[in-house]
């Protein structure tokens, strides 16, 4: 079993919906990290959390530590949303990642 | 502005030659990373290095080699001992203290032929 578990692996939206994916882990950690990868394969970070909620824009990403759970909602969804979304635990001086999540958004 | 540059983006190689990937730095981070991206996985620690002249195995470290003579520079050696080489490779650099988030490059895509 991965340390990193993402769900839903897919997910195909219509522009304007409200988007879920979620992320558990089953190790100790110090953060956890949102990350985008756009096609062209760069990688970017949206969030790190510890605890708590944090929100940027249409994004808002959420952690429970208690059951070792996130969250990153995207409200009001467009195209330019389309990406993989991946689910980054640190602990120690290492990062583990989920498998990530494929979002395309259809206009 | 600060980042991370690989080069190059795309990188074509025949069987049983060596290839090196390049990964430099301009944001002054102790820490290095070498990941291994392929579909349906998770990024997989190839190598990493939190101080110049010092670096460590990760999870996949077999058929790679890497050198950290710079605190800017971590290339990164593919070998012909690596069994299945063609991959999505990602650098990443970060402070080695305090809870501070990766930077990532912008990746290389190795096909051998």
């Known amino acids: 079993k991965n340390e990193v578990e993402q769900s839903p692996q897919n997910l195909t939206a219509q522009e304007g919906e409200f988007i879920t994916i979620n992320c558990s882990y089953s190790v100790g950690i110090s953060a956890l990290h949102w990350l985008q990868q756009h096609p062209g394969g760069g990688i970017v970070s949206l969030f790190m959390?510890?605890?708590g909620k944090k929100k940027h824009g249409r994004l808002i990403a959420t952690i429970n530590i208690q059951e070792k759970h996130s969250s990153l909602h995207i409200t009001a969804s467009h195209p330019r949303d389309s990406a993989v979304y991946i689910c980054a635990v640190t602990s120690s001086n290492d990062m583990r990642f989920g498998a990530g999540t494929r979002l395309t958004v259809k206009p | 502005d600060g980042g991370i540059t690989q080069s190059p983006k795309y990188l074509f190689r025949k069987e049983g030659q060596n290839v090196t990937l390049s990964c430099e730095q301009n944001l002054n981070h102790d820490a290095m990373y070498w990941y291994r991206q392929d579909p349906g996985q998770g990024l997989r620690l190839i190598y990493y290095s939190q101080i110049v002249n010092d670096f460590q195995k990760g999870d996949i470290a077999e058929g790679y080699s890497v050198s950290r003579e710079k605190k800017e520079s971590f290339p990164l050696t593919v070998t012909s001992a690596q069994k299945n080489p063609t991959a999505f490779y990602l650098c990443a650099s970060s402070h080695t203290t305090g809870n501070y988030g990766y930077t990532f490059g912008s990746g290389t895509r190795l096909t051998v032929v």
């Open positions: 959390l510890s605890s």
